[in-house]
């Protein structure tokens, strides 16, 4: 079963965008996952599709606003890949 988890932090002003963003990029290929939103202590926003995370390992672990966000190309190509 696949599984689309997105890992924020508390107040992560990036978030929300990420979030309409996947949900738009899912909504293009017709397809129709839930996301898990998961928030707690991880770099944020981190998008994982089975666990990967689509723009590749974060330089860090710790809970901050990652600098290299997920982007429409980016999901859109993870999204083909798993699909």
Do not use: H
């Not at 996301?35 to 995370?53: A, F």
């Amino acid at each position: 079963m696949t599984t689309i988890e997105v890992l924020t932090v508390p107040g992560c002003p990036n978030a929300p965008a990420t979030l309409d963003l996947l949900r738009t990029c899912l909504d293009r290929l017709s397809l129709t996952i839930p996301i898990q939103q998961r928030i707690g202590d991880y770099p944020s926003p981190t998008v994982l599709i089975n666990g990967i995370d689509i723009m590749g390992t974060p330089t860090g672990s710790a809970p901050a606003c990652r600098l290299d966000l997920p982007t429409e190309d980016r999901i859109m190509k993870a999204l083909r890949t798993w699909f």
